[in-house]
Antibody, heavy 118, light 112 residues
Framework: EVQLVESGGGLVQPGGSLRLSCAGS????????MNWVRQAPGKGLEWVSY????????YYADSVKGRFTISRDNAKNSLYLQMNSLRAEDTAVYYC???????????WGQGTMVTVSS | QSVLTQPPSASGTPGQRVTISCSGS????????VYWYQQFPGTAPKLLSY???QRPSGVPDRFSGSKSGTSASLAISGLRSEDEADYYC?????????????FGGGTKLTVV
């Protein structure tokens, strides 16, 4: 079964750091681009970051640029999101999504909740 | 304020045809593919349409995407109660600060 499973969410104080992980299985992870998308409580979807299959290309939303770092380990079939200088407005469910190039974000994880609060 | 503009809500009765609009600009919809996602409360989004009008395997042909210029739309025919969900349009945006993927604000579809 093709699957993505996120982990690493939790409660963190403003200014703190958190590292999210996303484990892929059931497909050739190294062949796919990957993204992080978040959704604040009761709000819409917001794209966070993109990484190409070889990590040669990386993009970020302006709202997280300079604070978040996306990375991947193809040997471990894993995607990561290092989040620093967290703010209350970063509170959201974070999803990892497989990017089948022009065919869209076709596989999504179940999401992991990140709460930034004192 | 989302880069892509959708109506916040839409509604229809069972069997009816409903259309959800999505308005963008030359840097996103006007020059890139449009995607549509369906999301039920408490669950992850699901890809409903890609490359403007293509349906992933398993998506009923009641759902059809289209694009014209800097606008796109999702049509749902033969509306069913189980179609009640949030729908999001999306596209890559070729902004000056670098590529970004943008979503519409979402449309909550109610089947009355």
């Amino acid at each position: 079964e093709v699957q993505l499973v996120e982990s690493g969410g939790g409660l963190v104080q403003p200014g703190g750091s958190l590292r999210l992980s996303c484990a892929g299985s059931g497909f050739t992870f190294r062949s796919y681009e990957m993204n992080w998308v978040r959704q604040a409580p009761g709000k819409g979807l917001e794209w966070v970051s993109y990484i190409s299959s070889s990590a040669g290309m990386i993009y970020y939303a302006d709202s997280v640029k300079g604070r978040f770092t996306i990375s991947r380990d193809n040997a471990k079939n894993s995607l990561y999101l290092q989040m620093n200088s967290l703010r209350a407005e970063d509170t959201a469910v974070y999803y990892c999504a497989r990017d089948d190039s022009s065919d869209g974000f076709d596989i999504w994880g179940q999401g992991t909740m990140v709460t930034v609060s004192s | 304020q989302s880069v892509l503009t959708q109506p916040p809500s839409a509604s229809g009765t069972p069997g009816q045809r409903v259309t959800i609009s999505c308005s963008g600009s030359s840097s996103n919809i006007g020059s890139n593919y449009v995607y549509w996602y369906q999301q039920f409360p408490g669950t992850a989004p699901k890809l409903l349409s890609y490359k403007n009008n293509q349906r992933p395997s398993g998506v009923p042909d009641r759902f059809s995407g289209s694009k014209s210029g800097t606008s796109a739309s999702l049509a749902i025919s033969g509306l069913r109660s189980e179609d009640e969900a949030d729908y999001y349009c999306a596209a890559w945006d070729d902004s000056l600060s670098g590529p970004s993927f943008v979503f519409g604000g979402g449309t909550k579809l109610t089947v009355v």
